[in-house]
Structure formats: C-alpha cells, structure tokens
C-alpha cells in the first residue's frame, strides 16, 4: 500500500511513513493521553528534515527559548528530579578561553550559568539559536566545559538547579563555581588549569554582564507555514491536501533562502508583526503558562492565529478556497496547549471559547477544569531563606 506524504506530496510506500507532530515536543507537544496534533500521514524524511530545519530553529529561537523557560518556571511541581529549561543571554563578547567562546545562561532561581566552547559551524540561511544548532547532529563539535554558580540558599530548589544544568549540558563537563562538587558523574574537581578563570567568575558575580544576542526575525516563518499545513489537514476537507493554498505553505516550509521565501504570497504577521493588530488578538485568545491555536474564519479567508508561551504570537492564512472546509468551520475553532500539565483542550468552537472568557456567568467545563489545575502548579518555596 501507498500514501501521499502531507509534506512533499510525494506517493510512498506505508513502511516509509512515521508519526508526525505537528506540535513539536520540544514545545510541549508530547501530550500525556488525548493528542489532536499528531498525524501519521508524513513521510520518515520529511519529518526527520523538518525536525531539524523547522521545528528546530524554532524551539532553540531566543524568544521561544526565553519565555518557554519563565513559564516553565512559573507553572511547575518542584521534586528532586524537576528539570527547567534555561534562560539563553547569548555571547559575553570580552569573555574568552582560549579559543573558546563563552556564553552565558540563566539557572530556574537567576543562577548564573557560563559555557565554553569552540564557535559552532556557522550555517547558512538558518537563523540564530539558542544553544547547540540542531543542524550540527552527527558532526564534531566542542561541547566545552560549564561554570555554574547557584544563586538560591534553599535547598529546595538545589536539585532543580543541578538537573536543569545538566540536562541542558548532557555532553559537557561542568564545574560548581561557589560550593562543593556534587557527588555527579557530569560534576568534576575545578582543574588547576582552569583557576585563574574560576576567579575571574567569581569576582564577575552580582554584576552585570557585556553579552550581545542573536535574534532573527525570520526565526519561525518555516515554522508557522508548516503549522498552518498540519492544522489545515486535520481540521479541513481532505481536499485541502491537493488545493493551491497547501501547495503555497509546503513551497513556504521547504524554502530555504530567506529572500526567495519573502517572495512567496503567504499572508500572515509572522511573531513579530504589528504589536497593535496581535495585541487585539492576544486579549481575546492568549492562555496564560502555554499555547493557544485557533483557527479563524473571515469572509473567504481561513486563518491561523497561534500563541506560544502567553507572548509569541502570529497570523497566517491556511486557506482562501472555502470550498475546501464548506460545512466543517462556521465561525472558528480553539486548541489551548498547557506544556506544564502535558495536556491540550479543543478543539472548542470559538464563541464558546469567547464567552467562556468575558462572560462571568458562562463556564465551559473543560476550561474550567483546565484552569483549576494549572493553580495547583503556582505555588513556589522561595529562593532566598
Ligand atoms: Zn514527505
């Protein structure tokens, strides 16, 4: 048997087909029972290429990187075995070791977090990222040495500090600047080499650091190209699949070079659009600690609004052939994503999503359910005690 892959459009035998998600993982897309964004209808290249292209460039940007971390931190169950994203705060440019670099990260309570290594492989036409570029997998890189210096004096959130540092570093060695070594594996003894640096760390504490960042404004437009295709073929006709308007997103999702991209008659804001029109939106369909996608229809026009982390927020077009989703959407539909929880809502129609919002005497139950146990996740011993 055969199968159209959603993606390329190419007809592949079954075998060669993986599961897709179309809300990656590495934004919470990994859902615990009830996943709507998991499709199986896109071939193992096309999945395994856009994993690194899109998805990729996408969840290591600064911005989904940075705030996927505050809320993280925000809605979380502290353990022994919690592990937090960290905050990226790019290059310390008059910071060096030798040939190595050295960048400078945030731990869950402000710890400061320093990593050295050589420069990565610059690649080309793929914005900037946070951390490791997931375009070098496979290849030689420097995985370098770490210097963190805890911040918190409450041993509750020690663990936290530690996992989070490790797991954000799995391949390089890492130092404990202000205390003693952890009796980890990945912790080693401050080498004699490396002391005079470990002073400099120490005197840099508490004050502020010369680092520059990297962002790229193109850093999702692959990304939202690529959402809107999957969504598209989940919530509209199948016919959809074959129609112009899913040719225009596969040709924006596989386009490489930046400039022959913005060619391309896709209609949409991009992240970071006109603050004033998204503001609008945002006040309506923003969900405070995850992700909000919600499909819109306007005259002949069906579009997609998506919210990731309370702040990252874009529009674009899936659609303007009404043909192809004649009797599935009347108004709109809603998807709420709440990472912390590993749990996603909807599709929910619109106006119920709305009235759920600004009218205090209306509940939709699974919002409300929803809601009730994001609080459980709020509360925080403190960092300082
Ligand atoms: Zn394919």
């Known amino acids: 048997m055969t199968k159209i892959c959603l993606y390329c459009k190419k007809e592949k035998p079954d075998n060669e087909f993986s599961q897709e998600h179309i809300l990656p993982r590495g934004v919470g897309g990994n859902l615990d029972t009830y996943n709507p964004f998991s499709i199986n209808d896109v071939c193992g290249r096309c999945n395994n290429l856009s994993g690194l292209f899109i998805d990729g460039p996408f969840i290591k940007s600064w911005f989904i990187n940075n705030y996927r971390a505050d809320v993280a931190k925000k809605y979380c169950h502290l353990t022994d075995k919690t592990v937090l994203p960290l905050t990226y705060f790019g290059e310390i440019k008059d910071l060096k070791f030798g040939d190595k670099i050295c960048e400078f990260w945030l731990g869950p309570t402000g710890d400061t977090i320093y990593h050295f290594h050589e420069p990565y492989p610059e ?46 570093f799995k391949k390089s060695v890492i130092y404990l600047g202000n205390g003693d070594k952890p009796a980890l594996d990945q912790f080693q003894v401050i080498p004699e080499n490396l002391s005079e640096l470990h002073l400099q760390l120490k005197s840099m504490q508490g004050k502020t650091h010369n680092n520059t960042v990297k962002i790229g404004i193109n850093y999702a437009d692959r990304f ?118 590993s749990k996603a809502v909807g599709p929910i129609d619109l106006a119920e999503f709305i009235a759920h919002r600004i009218e205090p005497s209306y509940t939709n139950e699974q919002l409300k359910k929803l809601e009730e146990e994001m609080e459980q996740f709020t509360k925080h011993p403190p960092f300082d005690i």
């Open 224 to 341: 939202l190209c690529k959402l809107a295709l999957g969504i598209g073929s989940l919530m509209l006709n199948p016919s959809f699949k074959e129609s112009k308007s899913a040719d225009l997103l596969r040709q924006g999702m596989w386009t490489k070079n930046i400039r022959d991209r913005e060619k391309l008659p896709i209609r949409g804001t991009g992240f970071l659009g006109n603050k004033d029109t998204m503001a609008n939106f945002d006040s309506f369909f923003k969900w405070s600690g995850g992700h909000s996608i919600v499909i819109m229809k306007t005259g002949k026009q069906l579009a997609l609004y998506s919210n990731f982390y309370e702040v990252n927020s874009a529009v674009i077009q899936i659609s303007d052939e009404p043909e192809h989703w004649e009797g599935k959407m009347t108004e709109g539909k809603v998807f709420v994503v709440v990472p912390a929880l």
């Open 123 to 168: 690649e080309l036409d793929s914005p900037p990222i946070v951390g490791v570029p997931p375009t070098t997998y496979n290849k030689e890189i420097d995985n370098g040495f770490v210097f963190l210096f805890v911040r918190s004096n409450n041993p509750a959130w020690h663990p936290a500090i530690i996992f989070s540092t490790i797991s954000n």
